[in-house]
């Protein structure tokens, strides 16, 4: 009795696993319904900001 268990549950697992692989292969070919993806937009990189020196218009500068 115990061998005829292990047979069948070897056959059990053996169906199993079979059926698990062809149904990952299956899937490969299968109609993709999916709609097209957009193209990506092309960014622009940010303009750094502008320089913050004051010594353009300082009266400072140069003086002793």
């Known amino acids: 009795m115990k061998k005829v268990k292990r047979v069948v549950m070897a056959l059990v697992i053996g169906a199993v696993?079979?059926?698990?692989?062809?149904?990952?292969?299956?899937?490969k070919g299968s109609n993709n319904n999916r709609p097209p993806k957009e193209p990506e937009k092309v960014k622009e990189?940010?303009?750094?900001p502008p320089n913050n020196s004051n010594s353009k218009n300082s009266n400072r500068n140069g003086h002793d």
Do not use: D
Not at 17 to 24: C, E, K, M, R, V
Not at 45 to 48: G, I, Q, T
């Open 17 to 27: 696993l079979s059926a698990g692989t062809t149904g990952t292969l299956a899937q």
């Open 45 to 48: 990189p940010n303009k750094p």
